[in-house]
């Protein structure tokens, strides 16, 4: 049996006849740059998330850069961020000027090491982006505190993570700015690139939404200087028919991963994040009860030289699919080489890049093809 590590049309194909309704009614309407369906769906995602003000943004990269923008970071700004992330969290800092100060990740989480964090800020530190990742919430007590007692403003990297958890509320309603993405691929994925900033604070709500549209206010004024950042009434319109099946592929991703814990913990050796990894051969990843995860990914640490590879190789050949996110923290990727650290600067996310893989965990996969994703990985192992 054959797993795809993804399969977006099992998802959509289920909502093709309403997807095509959404699709028809704004082609008819002739009115594809903001407007109504933008309103409509900026509306619901409010809701859903809790957030004050949800502007609709063109991806979830540039729901960062619109955060940054509207907070005025830039040249001489130090913006503190994980070097284990997707390159955006980072490159946007570099796109508004300022430098991305990485900090370490917890070695437990994936997330950041707050500790770490803390001993990273400087007089120039502007704000601290920590990211949610893989759909389980930062330490966003100990950081809104760090941030607090520093005068740092947040913005929260929720794109794994929509309708993720923290002491019951949701991720990227935390901070002065939440990010979301809905690429393809996240857990509310649109049929193209498409992206949220969150907010509880009128007046960012209000500077972001002119630089959404090229600082422009009133029309053809321009005050600051924006982009093009805006939804598009298309993607707006079949998000909102998504967005009501959320909390189903919520439900169906935590399913998965407790079917993974519970087959693969009965395998010997194998063990949870952060409980006596040392005789280890594969560590599960570690959930807290004040975090409600989400489970964009389930992702394990293979310890052991190439051992983590040779495992790929062992799924890759009996069809199972698997992706490594990420084999290269940040701070040894090329286009950061000007920052002048070393691999072994952040130990942790060193490591990290080289044992972890993610295992096939999307709503629609069913519980066969898991059963059959943990026999493989029982044969791997001795
Ligand atoms: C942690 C993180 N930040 C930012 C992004 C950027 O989102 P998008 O692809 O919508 O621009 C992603 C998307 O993969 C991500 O995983």
């Known amino acids: 049996m054959n797993v795809n590590l993804l399969d977006l049309k099992a998802q959509n194909g289920a909502l093709e006849p309403e997807l095509n309704e959404a699709f028809l009614r704004v082609l008819r309407s002739g009115h594809f740059i903001m407007g109504p369906e933008v309103d409509r769906f900026e509306k619901a995602l ?17 729901a960062i850069l619109l955060a940054l923008m509207a907070l005025g970071i830039g040249p001489g700004d130090e913006v503190l961020c994980p070097t284990f992330t997707f390159f955006a969290t980072a490159g946007c800092v570099a ?30 530190t502007k704000a601290i982006i920590p990211v949610h990742l893989f759909g389980q919430a930062a330490d966003m007590e100990e950081l809104l ?4 007692k520093n005068n740092l403003r947040v913005i929260e990297d929720a794109a794994q ?25 996240k857990n509310l994925g649109a049929l193209g690139d498409a992206g949220a900033l969150l907010t509880n604070d009128a007046e960012l709500a209000q500077r972001a939404k002119i630089l959404r549209m090229h600082g422009m206010e009133p029309k053809y004024m321009h005050h600051v200087i924006g982009g093009n950042f805006r939804l598009d009434a298309l993607q707006a319109a079949l998000l909102g028919v998504k967005l009501p099946h959320f909390p189903d592929y919520t439900a169906a991703r935590r399913r998965n991963a ?8 009965a395998l010997p050796g194998v063990v949870t994040a952060g409980t006596s990894e040392k005789e280890a051969w594969l560590i599960l990843p570690a959930t807290s009860p004040r975090k409600g995860h989400i489970w964009n990914q389930y992702t394990l640490r293979v310890p052991g030289e190439g051992r983590r590879d040779a495992l790929r190789m062992h799924l890759t050949a009996r069809g199972i699919g698997s992706e490594i996110y990420y084999p290269l923290p940040l701070h040894e990727q090329t286009c950061f080489a000007y920052l002048g650290h070393r691999p072994e600067d952040f130990p942790v996310a060193h490591r990290f890049a080289g044992e972890v893989i993610s295992l096939p965990i999307y709503p629609e996969i069913g519980a066969e093809a898991i059963e059959e994703v943990c026999r493989a990985i029982g044969e791997f192992f001795p």
Request: some cysteine.
């Open 95 to 124: 796109r508004v000027g300022a430098t991305p100060v990485f900090a370490d990740s917890c070695p437990v989480t994936f997330n950041l090491d707050v500790r770490d964090v803390a001993r990273r800020i400087t007089p120039r």
């Open 46 to 62: 409010a809701e859903f998330t809790g957030a004050r003000h949800a502007l609709g943004v063109s991806s979830g990269t540039d």
């Open 145 to 148: 505190a760090l941030a607090q």
């Open 258 to 265: 407790a079917l993974y814990t519970e087959r693969l913990s």
């Open 161 to 185: 993570a929509m309708g993720a958890t923290y002491d019951d509320r949701q991720v990227g309603t935390l901070g002065d700015f939440g990010t979301i993405s809905f690429f393809p691929t």
